[in-house]
Each structure stands twice: as structure tokens, then as C-alpha cells.
């Protein structure tokens, strides 16, 4: 991996620090059959919209969305924030044993460090 310069590091920075450390999402579950899928809802920008399979896709859909809303350039989008749900977001998508039954509503995600 070639050492980025000192002005592509300050892009990098400044593309990171539009980035909100929260977002809230809302998670409407689509059932088709036996197969359910999610669709998520970013508050903080209001037309972004995307779709998650389960807690792997939203992780990786949720980080992308921001990006490409942001219009981050895809050489810099390895050095973006990744956001990480909550324990609640998990088991309200299966990924956990579930605690209760929530249907829909809106939940938190926090920027990962790193």
C-alpha cells in the first residue's frame, strides 16, 4: 500500500469530520415468504434510504450510504467511520436472542473508533 500525502491525508480528515458520530436509523422489516429483509432509514439525512439482509449488511450498508451521501471518493471510503449497532439492533434483527419483540422504531448507531 503506496503512503498517502500529506494533502490526501488532509482530505481524508476533512471527509471524516462530516461524518455525525450518532446516527438514527429507522428499520422497517420487509417480509417476503420466509425471507425478511430491512429497510433502513438514516434520520440525519433525510433521502437516505438503503436495505439490509441482516446485522452484516446493515453495518456495511449503513457506513455506505453515509459515505455516498457525503460523496466521499471511493479511494478514500477504507479510511471512513464505520458505524456499529447496538445490542438492541442486533437481537431486533436476529442476530442476537431477542430480549422482546420490537416491531419498528428509531434506534441509535455510534461511530466505531478506528
Same mark, same amino acid.
Given at each position: 500500500?503506496?503512503?498517502?500525502?500529506?494533502?490526501?491525508?488532509?482530505?481524508?480528515?476533512?471527509?471524516?469530520?462530516?461524518?455525525?458520530?450518532?446516527?438514527?436509523?429507522?428499520?422497517?422489516?420487509?417480509?417476503?415468504?420466509? *425471507? =425478511?429483509?430491512?429497510?433502513?432509514?438514516?434520520?440525519?439525512?433525510?433521502?437516505?434510504?438503503? $436495505?439490509?439482509?441482516?446485522?452484516?449488511?446493515?453495518?456495511?450498508?449503513?457506513?455506505?450510504?453515509?459515505?455516498? =451521501?457525503?460523496? =466521499?471518493?471511493?479511494?478514500?471510503?477504507?479510511?471512513?467511520? *464505520?458505524?456499529?449497532?447496538?445490542?438492541?439492533?442486533?437481537?431486533?434483527?436476529?442476530?442476537?436472542?431477542?430480549?422482546?419483540? =420490537?416491531?419498528?422504531?428509531?434506534?441509535?448507531?455510534? $461511530?466505531?473508533?478506528?
Amino acid at each position: 500500500m503506496k503512503k498517502s500525502t500529506k494533502k490526501e491525508l488532509l482530505e481524508i480528515n476533512r471527509f471524516r469530520s462530516l461524518f455525525p458520530k450518532e446516527i438514527k436509523v429507522r428499520i422497517i422489516p420487509c417480509e417476503d415468504g420466509s *425471507r =425478511v429483509s430491512y429497510t433502513i432509514r438514516i434520520s440525519e439525512f433525510p433521502n437516505a434510504i438503503t $436495505e439490509a439482509e441482516n446485522l452484516d449488511d446493515l453495518i456495511t450498508m449503513v457506513s455506505d450510504c453515509v459515505a455516498t =451521501v457525503l460523496r =466521499v471518493p471511493k479511494k478514500y471510503l477504507p479510511f471512513m467511520p *464505520r458505524y456499529l449497532p447496538s445490542m438492541e439492533i442486533a437481537q431486533y434483527m436476529n442476530a442476537f436472542p431477542r430480549l422482546k419483540i =420490537v416491531r419498528s422504531g428509531e434506534l441509535s448507531i455510534k $461511530e466505531s473508533c478506528g
